[in-house]
């Protein structure tokens, strides 16, 4: 075989092995396509769980549906009101009422249907939106001071007390004395003259 021919086709080859795995797809695109649209079947699939009063088994589809990775703002939007009238329907209240939290969480306007949901849903719904409006306006709380702090807080007035006193303790004491009187403005009394003296 010439050199030009081992050239050639070992630039074939290269661009054959090139093209190959540019164009095949990767196992985890291929399972993310299929994880999608197997999320929308198995919500389908629990909604007629649900429907058919098995909602122990929807529970369990939309819990799997919503550990899968891939899954759609819809189908997550669609598996936590399943999920709540599911748990509804159980009388699961808390539970219910933290998938009605994470719909409202995605969808902050969210407005049941009257037709297709029941009443107890609609209700929770309209609780949470309430509970969670109350707590974005709740001002924070204001914590009094421990009774530690209060002492403390009270013993350093009474250093400044103390402070104060002996600062005008000391004003007037300078005033006197530099006035060289009794503080009344009178002159000081003179010394008194000493003995006689003997002769």
Do not use: H
């Amino acid at each position: 075989m010439s050199t030009q021919a081992k050239e050639f086709f070992s630039k074939s080859l290269a661009i054959f092995l090139i093209a190959g795995l540019l164009f095949t797809p990767l196992p985890g695109t291929i399972s993310l396509v299929f994880a999608q649209g197997k999320c929308s079947q198995e919500l389908n699939d629990a909604e007629q769980k649900y429907n058919t009063g098995r909602f122990d088994e929807a529970i369990e589809s939309i819990t799997k549906c919503l550990g899968k990775p891939g899954i759609t703002e819809d189908e997550k939007m669609r598996a936590y009101r399943l999920l709540g009238l599911a748990y509804i329907a159980k009388d699961y209240l808390e539970d219910a009422k933290t998938a009605v939290k994470k719909l409202l969480d995605m969808v902050p306007n969210y407005q049941s249907d009257p037709v297709q949901d029941p009443p107890p849903f609609t209700r929770m719904v309209e609780e949470v939106k309430e509970q969670q409006q109350t707590q974005k306006v709740k001002p924070e709380p204001v914590i009094p001071p421990t009774p530690e702090a209060q002492e403390k807080k009270g013993g350093s007035k009474k250093w400044y007390y103390i402070g104060g006193g002996v600062l005008a303790a000391g004003v007037i004491t300078g005033i006197i004395l530099s006035s060289g009187g009794d503080g009344n403005g009178t002159e000081p009394p003179r010394p008194l003259p000493g003995p006689p003296s003997v002769p």
